[in-house]
């Protein structure tokens, strides 16, 4: 049994449902999830004792790629998380109507590359409802799955 923990930041509660399905996925496989709100997450060792962690943050902002506010501080201080050898990946709801669709997701991911994350799924990223994607959010956690 892993030990998986699901960061997101959300502000609309679209990039939470996503992390609340994804984690329904691993649950269901057996393994231990934990769902933790970015607005409440401490950067400090987030990764220490977890097999897996995902990192879930909707883009906000226009010209410029904004992570969802409450990922602000977490990602500021990415250095201090130690994601060093830890199994990671990365998912976000975005609107492809936007110049950087979903570019938290990217942000997120190369920093976490940069630290030395083993990324074990890419990335998923969520246009418009997540409602709407429920069988690619299924998929995607089932590609994490076969990875822990
Ligand atoms: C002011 C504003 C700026 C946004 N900027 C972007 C953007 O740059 N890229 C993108 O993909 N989506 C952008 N979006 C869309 C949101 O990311 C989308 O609504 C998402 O589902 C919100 O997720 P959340 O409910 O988890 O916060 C923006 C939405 C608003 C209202």
Redesign the pocket.
Known sequence: MADVLIVFG???????SVAERIGKTLSGGGHAVTLLDAARAKADNLCQGRDCVLFGC?????AD??L?SDFVPLFDAFERIGAKGCKTACFG????G??????AVDVIRKRLAELGAVDVAGELK?D?DPDRAGEDIDAWARTVLAAL
């Open positions: 959300s502000t609309t509660g679209n990039t939470a909707a883009t906000w902002g226009d790629i904004e969802q709801c975005g609107d492809s936007y110049t950087h669709f979903c570019g969520i418009g």
